[in-house]
């Protein structure tokens, strides 16, 4: 390497943390856990959310949709404040906003303001995840470490994805859905006393300005390209979806030819001409697709199909869930010496037969196929996530680790948005089109059943017992069908991701390089 490399730079590439950076690991995993418990919490309390707020199908999708939909076009913004201003402060104003509209939705008294509450709490959200993402890449810096620090840190999401069920179950169970939103406040009180005292402050050396017309140009890209992404999957090419992608497209073309130009861009786009940060990127998205999708589906079959408590429809998912986080850890070893463009596709080869399983096997309720199927979907999922996202922050400098994060939270969230509505918007179509409802039916009650699997049961429910019956097994039968599609698209969406992995990941895996 040509020039001098500094003093500090040497250090990074040798010093080892100790018990206080693991310590400070433990405290980052709070909100990691919070945002993992939202999410999953969220797609088990729908069916009780339905029943009372009477939202509409498009309703029921926002409801999922609007924070990660919010959340993703603030991302890049927020980690950029995060290397100007200080990753540590922007974590702290992110929690105690986080908790405070948390608590606030619990009490939302309509789908309207719900939705509402759900996109205030992704602009906080958006300051919580490329934070903790960025300040372990400055507080790990040897590489070994830092791979085992991410695999916890993702094997956090698993792990609130699987506390969420369950005590989002026995929530359900003894509460109004309310409750789960609540669950953000004992998470966030350590947070915000624990943080300052383990987590040091870490920013960009030479941040640059603030670019506002950057900030505008992202979220003039970001907001109608999901949108309409949104649009297609519900109403299909004939909506606006067409015009807003469009849109998307121009300010995405103008937010790139502009951070080329910047002397100090907002984001660095020769991030992207690197294949293992482009490829883990799209890899990270591509997941998070499969796996929300399936979770989107499960959870209501579980309720509302094979008629299951949400407790036990949360223990029913617990040993997918488990092995998600075993996978994430257990892959560490095996990353240190097997290239990540065999480790990866390896890997989601057991996600795809997750998805045929269901495919093949939707109409039957069968549960211990369900069970064996979210098994083999997480230890594609896990094995995955942590391989590609140690890949992201290996290829970026130390300085732009909020920015470089963020672009990995962005694909995350986009992911969850696509997994609710390219998946979500597809099988309520295929729901809708398999739907034969009984004759003799009220007007109101298939009104309902045309909406939502939630309205149908809540129809039924309030009918004499052959007709409600007649009902429920029209909805259920037009519901499995329909998932037995979106399952093998499922299964389509992790084969791309797996060639991806295979002809951009790299091969054996190599010493950290460190860029001064």
């Known amino acids: ?153 993702a094997a956090g999401f698993s792990a609130g994805s699987a506390l969420g069920p369950i005590v989002g179950g026995i929530l359900l169970e003894h509460f109004a859905w309310g409750a789960v939103f609540l669950l953000a406040v004992p998470v966030l009180i350590p947070l915000l006393v624990l943080v300052p005292v383990l987590v040091p402050e870490t920013r960009d050396p030479k941040p640059g300005r603030i670019d506002l017309a950057s900030i505008a140009l992202s979220l003039g890209a970001m907001v109608p390209i999901v949108y309409a992404i949104k649009e297609v999957a519900v109403e299909g090419l004939a909506s606006v979806a067409p015009v807003l992608f469009a849109v998307g497209l121009v300010f995405a073309a103008l937010f790139v030819r502009r951070q080329l130009r910047l002397e100090t861009p907002m984001l660095d786009m020769e991030l992207f001409r690197r294949p293992a940060f482009s490829g883990a990127i799209m890899v990270n998205l591509l997941s998070v697709v499969g796996l929300v999708g399936f979770l989107y589906f499960v959870a209501q079959h579980l309720q509302l199909v094979v008629g299951l408590s949400p407790l036990n429809a949360g223990l029913a998912l617990l040993p997918g869930l488990l092995a998600m986080i075993a996978a994430g850890l257990l892959v560490v070893p095996i990353a240190r010496r097997v290239a990540p463009r065999i480790v990866v596709p390896a890997a989601l080869v057991f996600s795809v037969v997750g998805y045929v399983i269901v495919a093949l096997t939707a109409a039957d309720n069968a549960l211990p196929l369900l069970i064996a199927a979210f098994v083999a979907l997480g230890i594609g999922i896990g094995s995955a996530e942590t391989v590609s996202n140690e890949l992201i922050l290996a290829n970026a400098p130390p300085a732009k680790a909020g920015a470089a994060s963020a672009v990995s939270e962005t694909a995350y969230e986009l992911g969850a948005v696509l997994g609710t509505a390219v998946l979500g918007g597809l099988l309520t179509a295929l729901y809708r089109a398999n739907l034969s409802l009984p004759a003799g039916l009220p007007a109101e009650a298939a009104d309902a059943a045309r909406e939502t699997l939630g309205g149908a049961v809540a129809a039924a429910d309030g009918l004499d017992g052959a007709m409600g019956q007649a009902l429920r097994d029209a909805a259920a039968h037009a519901f499995d069908a329909g998932v037995g599609v979106t399952a093998l698209i499922g299964a389509g969406l992790i084969v791309v991701a797996a060639i991806i992995a295979a002809t951009t990941l790299g091969g054996r895996p190599k010493k950290e390089r460190v860029t001064p």
Not at 88 to 99: C, H, K, P, S, V
Not at 112 to 141: D, H, N
């Open 1 to 153: 390497m040509t020039g001098t490399i500094t003093a500090a730079i040497r250090a990074e590439r040798q010093e080892r943390v100790g018990w206080r950076g693991w310590a400070a690991l433990a405290v980052l995993m709070l909100p990691v856990l919070l945002v993992s418990v939202d999410n999953t919490v969220l797609s088990f309390a729908l069916p009780a959310i339905a029943v009372d707020l009477e939202p509409t199908s498009i309703q029921q999708l926002w409801i999922v949709d609007a924070y990660p939909l919010v959340l993703a076009a603030l991302l890049v913004t927020m980690g950029t404040m995060g290397d100007r201003f200080g990753r540590r402060r922007m974590l702290l104003i992110g929690a105690l906003g986080f908790g405070t509209v948390s608590a606030a939705a619990a009490f939302a008294p309509s789908a309207e303001l719900l939705i509402a509450a759900r996109a205030l709490m992704g602009v906080f959200g958006a300051m919580l995840m490329p934070s903790t993402l960025s300040l372990l890449r400055t507080i790990f810096t040897d590489r070994e470490q830092r791979r085992l620090a991410i695999a916890v840190w």
